[in-house]
């Protein structure tokens, strides 16, 4: 189907535009919801939180910036408890 078509039919009619996604394109616009739908439409996708998502990302950030004596200061710059922390750092 033409995405132009598709386009003007959603500025038309937004009220109705499937929920969350129609907050999806609030945010980032028609085309990123589109490309969405073209890439993973009819699958069931689970999408984590922000957290959960970039919880390796942080984890490696912190073992960066970690000198041995700072895990009470990482700990509290990236939101875990102090422990959480440790094992994290052990883990790598």
């Not at 028609?30 to 998502?53: Q, S």
């Not at 960066?64 to 959480?84: C, M, Q, T, V």
Request: proline share 3%; hydrophobic share 40%.
């Amino acid at each position: 189907m033409d995405k132009q078509l598709i386009r003007k039919a959603a500025e038309q009619h937004p009220a109705l535009i499937l929920q969350p996604f129609d907050a999806l394109i609030g945010l980032e616009g028609f085309d990123a919801l589109y490309t969405l739908c073209e890439n993973v439409g009819g699958a069931t996708v689970y999408i984590p939180t922000a957290r959960k998502m970039f919880a390796e990302c942080l984890a490696q950030e912190a073992f960066r910036e970690y000198n041995g004596f700072n895990h009470e200061i990482l700990a509290k710059k990236y939101g875990y408890s102090a422990r959480h922390l440790r094992r994290l750092l052990k883990d790598m």
